[in-house]
């Protein structure tokens, strides 16, 4: 069995501009005794309301992460949107509520200053993992990377008001951000995109939760235009050990979602991040509200 | 916009054997005021360590259901299995952290009187929907029903000791229990069966997600033998309506579940619930921690 080590993740520091890369500076926390940890978001992943939910839900796991009672690394999370967040401080507050013999349930509850609500919770789930038999059943879709300067890199999506997109180099293979200038049938909703941290970073259970919320709504995709939508729920379920995130440094990911069904103001979206050397780093899934 | 009408699921009653359902028994919970409901395990859910999970996911999610504060109908739930529940009485906590105007979010706990630990968590996730463009991605598998009498319905799976397979009409199209006599290559982790509840009940909810924790291990299938597995965290995003569940009333549903990676003691698995009309009812998530 794996021992619980070094924390995964991004601790506090004195100096929150220190030169940090913009991830690690959204994510740190200051922890002030017992559960509770503070921090605040940042213009670098504001989002067209509130933070980028990937940047939110990288926070919740930090919390755990840098839990001075955290076991072993992340197996999954569930991240729920509950109300918006606005730019400025936050306190979560992460309890390891069960601490089993290998695994370790947190509960967790994002507020703001002056707002008694409950703007974000989120379940996860650690475990100090063992080498087991394993197997890959889904299949590595290996799209070549298009080349920087393609058509496709994303650079109408970047373009859009939301400052977090300026984080990610992202580099569409198909399904990318509908444009009146490149119309696409809009039959399904299947994106898959070549994803880095930008400026890269070495990658750890905090890019790769961010970056499971990467996806543009898929509604866009299948009505080819923008409309209102908002994760409500997120779940990520990592595969991924210390020992995948060293193979897989700073290089770029392969990224896939789509929708399986679209209702009555919600759809759900299952998407799957690769490492460039086919390893399947995590799996994710979320539900998304829409307006039509 | 639908109103949040009649509740939508099981109600408590002062006589749990009068002639009710077993899994209406086993879901029914005495309001003690507030966020706090109070129930009991009963033995025709019995797993081999505490309660089915079905069973278990079923109690959270009507403790919502009957919260005096619900807001419209489950969008989402996920349930954290975090320590075995014992044969008796369980308390739930359901509080809505908050109610937006169409939205509304519950943090869930379940303990046990004379443990402190908290034995289950759950986020759910619930919503006064309203008609909008749908759509359905994911394919009808349109599996013919295997007789009642065919050699896959899953009979050797029903003998095993577990009682709350006894409340389940099983019929797999393929993927059945791994069974020395029946050898299967075992090369993929895909199981496909037709389900209902046994005796048959008008769908809802409540069954819905109880049946989207049916399925056995995927680890049996791969490995060809029964090892050590339990659900760690399961997460269902619910597509049907009430409509649906009136289309759809006692006729069995096709469930079919896969598993993605197995690793380091882990895998994921994720499973679709259909209408036999080919309506995609609910899609359904779970990391499953496994012994090899």
New interface residues.
């Given amino acids: 069995m794996t021992k619980a080590s070094e924390p995964a993740a991004t601790t506090a520091s004195s100096d929150p501009t220190d030169g940090l890369h913009p991830l690690d500076d959204t994510v740190q926390l200051q922890h002030e005794g017992g559960d509770v940890f503070s921090g605040r978001t940042t213009p670098a992943y504001a989002n067209m309301v509130g933070p980028f939910g990937g940047a939110t839900a990288a926070c919740m796991l930090n919390a755990c992460c840098v839990h001075p009672q955290r076991l072993g690394d992340p ?2 999370i ?1 991240v ?1 949107f ?2 918006p967040i606005a730019d400025g401080p936050f306190r979560i507050v992460a309890r390891p ?2 601490t ?1 013999r290998s ?1 370790q ?1 947190f ?1 967790l ?1 994002l507020t703001q200053p002056g707002d008694e ?3 974000t ?3 996860a ?1 650690f ?1 100090a ?10 299949k590595f879709p290996d799209h070549p990377m298009p080349s920087p300067d393609s058509p496709l890199q994303g650079r109408m999506f970047r373009k859009k008001r939301v400052a977090w997109i300026g984080n990610y180099d992202m580099r569409f293979v198909h399904g990318t951000f509908p444009h009146p200038d490149h119309p696409m049938p809009g039959t ?2 299947v994106t898959s995109l070549w994803i880095n941290d930008l400026p890269p970073r070495p990658l750890d259970f905090i890019s790769l939760v961010a970056i499971s919320d990467c996806f543009f709504p898929r509604i866009y995709l ?2 080819q235009r923008v409309a209102p939508a908002g994760t ?2 997120m ?1 990520t ?1 990592f ?1 991924a ?1 210390r020992a995948s995130f060293e193979r897989q440094g700073i290089r770029p990911m392969l990224a896939t979602a ?9 759809f ?1 979206q ?1 998407a ?1 991040i690769w490492a460039d050397d086919g390893e ?1 780093l995590a ?1 994710s ?1 979320q ?1 998304v ?4």
């Fill in positions: 197996v999954s569930t729920n509950a109300g509520v069960r089993n695994t349930h509960s509850e609500a409950v703007l919770t989120a379940t789930v475990a993992r063992r080498d087991t038999w394993s197997a890959t059943e889904a399904d909703s299948r009505r409500v729920s779940t379920y595969h050990n789509r929708a399986q069904r679209f209702s009555e103001g919600f759900d299952s799957e399947l799996t899934h539900i509200y829409f307006k039509d």
